[in-house]
């Protein structure tokens, strides 16, 4: 059955300085991941997506995350945190195919002090 | 563009009671997924609809039906409302390009008293 770990419930750094938020998952295909933001009171965003085309994956506001299949893991990371990207961040595992249910973490609180 | 749209935004509810949730999915998508988010979790899927019909389900109870239209809009009813009910209920949307990408709306907070 596919799963999916978030690491930590709660992360917090300093403006301008690197962010991590680990996620681990559990697959038995090669699995859709996804990483989606939801910011107090708002719908959740997508931030990027993994469908088995590079490992490295490029989202929005400077986001990456590497699919390491070896390690089943897909960090999601920033070179430098803005006040804006604090927010609940969630790693997620699709099901059965393009349009299958999606498999949420229990998610990441990110803060980010000034 | 509209995204996805939930209505009401917020609704409180007596044990017991039944509710209707709404969902107007973003303009090209076809299919309408639900899911359930308790405070301090993460959304747990209810069900999927395509084609007016429920393609897939998540380990929901029967309370939880559901109905999509033609214009592939849909409902969530929840029957026999359990104060574990309460909860963010979010509808998304997807079929358009790409295809596995899902839409979410801003979701309707369900109070059970």
């Known amino acids: ?114 | 563009d509209a995204g996805v749209t939930q209505s009401p935004t917020h609704l409180i509810k007596t044990r017991g009671q039944q509710v209707t949730l709404r969902c107007s999915p973003k303009s090209g998508h076809d299919t309408v997924s639900w899911y359930q988010q308790a405070l301090g979790q993460g959304p747990q899927f209810i069900f999927q609809y395509y084609e007016e019909e429920e393609r897939q389900r998540g380990n929901f109870p029967d309370r939880f039906s559901g109905h999509q239209f033609p214009n592939y809009s849909s409902e969530l009813n929840v029957n026999a409302l359990l104060l574990g009910d309460s909860a963010l209920y979010l509808c998304a949307s997807s079929g358009g390009e790409p295809a596995y990408e899902q839409y979410f709306g801003p979701g309707t907070r369900l109070t059970v008293t």
Request: with cysteine; net charge positive; charged share 15%.
């Open chain 1, 1 to 114: 059955a596919q799963s999916v770990t978030q690491l930590d419930s709660h992360v917090s750094v300093s403006e301008g300085t690197p962010v991590l938020l680990r996620c681990n998952y559990s697959s038995s295909y090669s699995p859709s991941l996804f990483w989606y933001v939801q910011h107090p009171n708002k719908g959740l965003q997508l931030l990027l997506k993994y469908t088995s085309a590079a490992t490295l994956v490029k989202g929005i506001n400077g986001f990456e995350a590497e699919f390491k299949k070896s390690e089943t893991s897909f960090h999601l990371t920033k070179p430098s945190a803005h006040m804006s990207d604090a927010a609940e961040y969630f790693c997620v595992v699709s099901v059965g195919g393009s349009q299958g249910n999606l498999i949420f973490g229990k998610g990441t609180k990110l803060s980010v002090k000034p």
